[in-house]
T-cell receptor, first 115, second 114 residues
Framework: KAGVTQTPRYLIKTRGQQVTLSCSPI?????VSWYQQTPGQGLQFLFE???????NKGNFPGRFSGRQFSNSRSEMNVSTLELGDSALYLC??????????????FGSGTQLSVL | DQQVKQNSPSLSVQEGRISILNCDYT??????FLWYKKYPAEGPTFLIS?????DKNEDGRFTVFLNKSAKHLSLHIVPSQPGDSAVYFC?????????????FGTGTRLKVLA
């Protein structure tokens, strides 16, 4: 069974640009969550999607958005990039999420550098 | 407002000794707790979990202890091995103010010295 796949692995952008990251969950998993990892901040929750609907949202500005497709694949978009957006962006999938106390399965992440 | 805290950013332990990683949480509505391990250039992987109805869960060399009154959990690794060197994240989950939350701590980097 293939794991969670994130593309691309690395991205270099300049301030003001926008970026789209992609995540393919484990087959059969319907919940996809996105996290931002920066040194000293741990894993900060961005949002969670289930059945193409955003079910939970963290405390990030509106420049961060996402969507989920009917095949459960998800994309995350960051517009008007800032230097502080440089981070590792992790996607995680689970069967149903949302109070099922499920463990999350993470992809290897996309390392975004904003210059 | 960091609801899940790991106050030790790093820890070094000799091979064969016990590693103890600590985690504190602030909200008593969390009712399920998990530990994840992360190697460089990889995503975190699930290690062990514990429900709030228990105070201990053991899986091989890994044991998680939960002290609900202190809102504190710890991960014990015995004996520690060089391959355990990684960043460890604790996570707390549960219904908080009508919304399901799954919140991670800031991580502790464990180095096991051979």
């Amino acid at each position: 069974k293939a794991g969670v796949t994130q593309t691309p692995r690395y991205l270099i952008k300049t301030r003001g640009q926008q970026v789209t990251l992609s995540c393919s969950p484990i087959s059969g998993h319907r919940s996809v969550s996105w996290y931002q990892q920066t040194p000293g901040q741990g894993l900060q929750f961005l949002f969670e999607y289930f059945s193409e609907t955003q079910r939970n949202k963290g405390n990030f500005p509106g420049r961060f958005s996402g969507r989920q497709f009917s095949n459960s694949r998800s994309e995350m978009n960051v517009s008007t990039l800032e230097l502080g957006d440089s981070a590792l962006y992790l996607c995680a999938s689970s069967l149903a999420g949302n109070n099922n106390h499920e463990k999350l399965f993470f992809g290897s992440g996309t390392q975004l550098s904003v210059l | 407002d960091q609801q899940v805290k790991q106050n030790s950013p790093s820890l070094s332990v000799q091979e064969g000794r016990i590693s103890i990683l600590n985690c504190d949480y602030t909200n008593s509505m969390f009712d399920y707790f998990l530990w994840y391990k992360k190697y460089p250039a990889e995503g975190p992987t699930f290690l062990i979990s514990i429900s709030s109805i228990k105070d201990k869960n053991e899986d091989g060399r890994f044991t998680v202890f939960l002290n609900k009154s202190a809102k504190h959990l710890s991960l014990h690794i015995v004996p520690s091995q060089p391959g355990d060197s990684a960043v460890y994240f604790c996570a707390a989950s549960g219904q908080v103010s009508g919304t399901y939350k799954y919140i991670f701590g800031t991580g502790t980097r464990l180095k096991v010295l051979a």
